[in-house]
């Protein structure tokens, strides 16, 4: 497939009301802003067609359960999950690694067990697997990266032992835009009898994703990263591991029967959603989805690869300017001035009607890494084009005359 197409054959600012002409939007890492097409089904969600679902014996609760229901086959449908049952709509990636980590690792971890990581992880997958790792004795290490800011596999390999019961990575960082070998993370992780969770948030929004292809175990994340809603995520598991897990939270919904003398859980997917669920949260991520599906993710990952190019030939021409990451990073620019702290950078780019990331980015151990406090970072959405790019080094040229 000719994945280089220019960035301009994709446009569609106007189709994005939070969008103002102007205004070069370069934080879609950080979230997404919505299509039009997310907002109706949102409008319409909470108007004609609100009610609950799973109780109601009304027709508009049915027709609402029914809808929420076929949300969960279109997720499914999206990730190349084998099973809408294995699809759990969770707040969000931080929820869904957190519930991965008690319920899993709570009934699997022995005092001993290894869970591997990498330096690139952002916080939400790493202090929740602290956080049971202390619980339950187990240790975590840290996967090195390589020069250009990829996970170091070959490094992985030498350090994964039968030790290790779970390695979790972020399919693609929200740093650096590099994209990890999932496939060949999922055989590693398994030779040694391991199991793969993939961070998903930065790689659904640009790669087309198919968990079964993939080969993981576990894959999570947000619909607000994905030009949906806030509030609602993904955790897709393999149903004989769901099977065996215990909820984490207890409540309405998630249940069998319930009496004083003891409760049994509902299967899978509703024994891991106790409560009234986001029902809007789902009916606009099924939107999003549509939307993204519309347009192609083959088609947006080239257009956001051919932005991050002129972005990192642009500013690489600046003396000052240090750009992190690798060349091909799916749509991500992280870069330092020399002299000038990322917030200034980011504080005159919005005199320049330019709005990009600076700080840790929740990933203070990357941060420790590349010798920074903080880095500047720019990330495209399918509402960018080279008018946005053309802002960002106009305004970057601005910082740098500003601090001599
Ligand atoms: C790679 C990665 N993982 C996890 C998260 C956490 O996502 P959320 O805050 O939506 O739960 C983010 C969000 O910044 C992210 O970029």
Redesign the pocket.
């Known amino acids: 497939m000719d994945m280089v197409v220019s960035s301009r054959a994709l446009d569609r600012v106007a189709d994005f009301p939070g969008i103002p002409g102007g205004w070069a939007y370069l934080d879609t890492?950080?979230t997404a802003q919505k299509p039009r097409a997310v907002i109706d089904a949102i409008a319409r969600g909470y108007g004609e067609s609100y009610a609950t679902v799973h109780r109601g014996v009304y027709q508009r609760s049915a027709e609402m359960t029914l809808a929420f229901e076929a949300s969960r086959e279109r997720v499914a449908a999206f990730v190349g999950a084998p099973s809408a049952d294995e699809i759990v709509f969770v707040?969000?990636?931080?929820?869904?690694?957190n519930l991965v980590a008690q319920s899993w690792g709570g009934g699997s971890f022995k005092p001993g067990d290894r869970i591997m990581l990498s330096t690139l992880?952002?916080h939400?997958?790493i202090v929740p697997w602290q956080m049971i790792a202390g619980r339950m004795g187990a240790e975590i290490d840290v996967a090195p990266l390589t020069q250009d800011g990829r996970i170091d596999l070959d490094a992985m390999a030498g350090m994964l032992t039968t030790r290790h019961k779970m390695v979790a990575l972020?399919h693609?960082?929200?740093v650096l835009g590099s994209v990890l070998d999932a496939r060949r993370a999922a055989d590693l992780a398994h030779h040694v009898g391991a199991k793969l969770l993939l961070?998903g948030?930065?790689a659904v929004p640009r790669m087309p994703v198919d968990v079964a292809a993939l080969g993981c175990d576990f894959y999570?994340f947000?619909g607000?990263?994905l030009y949906g809603p806030?509030g609602i995520?993904v955790l897709w598991g393999r149903a004989e591991l769901l099977d065996a897990m215990l909820p984490v939270q207890g409540g309405g919904a998630m249940i069998d029967k319930v009496t004083f003398a003891g409760t049994t859980y509902a299967p899978p997917p509703a024994r891991f959603e106790a409560g009234t669920p986001h029902v809007v949260g789902v009916l606009g991520l099924h939107a999003a989805i549509d939307y993204v599906d519309d347009i192609g993710l083959n088609a947006i990952h080239a257009h956001e690869s051919a932005l991050v190019r002129e972005t990192r030939d642009a500013l690489a021409s600046l003396n000052s300017v240090h750009l992190f990451g690798p060349g091909d990073s799916a749509g991500i620019v992280s870069f330092v001035i020399q002299g000038v702290h990322p917030h200034d950078i980011g504080t005159i780019l919005d005199e320049e009607r330019v709005a990009i990331r600076a700080g840790h980015?929740?990933a203070q151990p990357l941060m420790a890494y590349l010798g920074v406090d903080a880095t500047a970072r720019a990330s495209f959405g399918v509402y960018n084009n080279q008018q946005d790019v053309a802002a960002l080094v106009c305004g970057i040229e601005r910082v740098t005359r500003i601090f001599g």
Not at 91 to 97: F, Q
């Open positions: 890492a950080a707040r969000g990636a931080t929820e869904a690694i992880e952002h939400s997958n972020a693609v960082s929200n961070d948030c930065q999570v947000s607000h990263k806030t995520g980015h929740c």
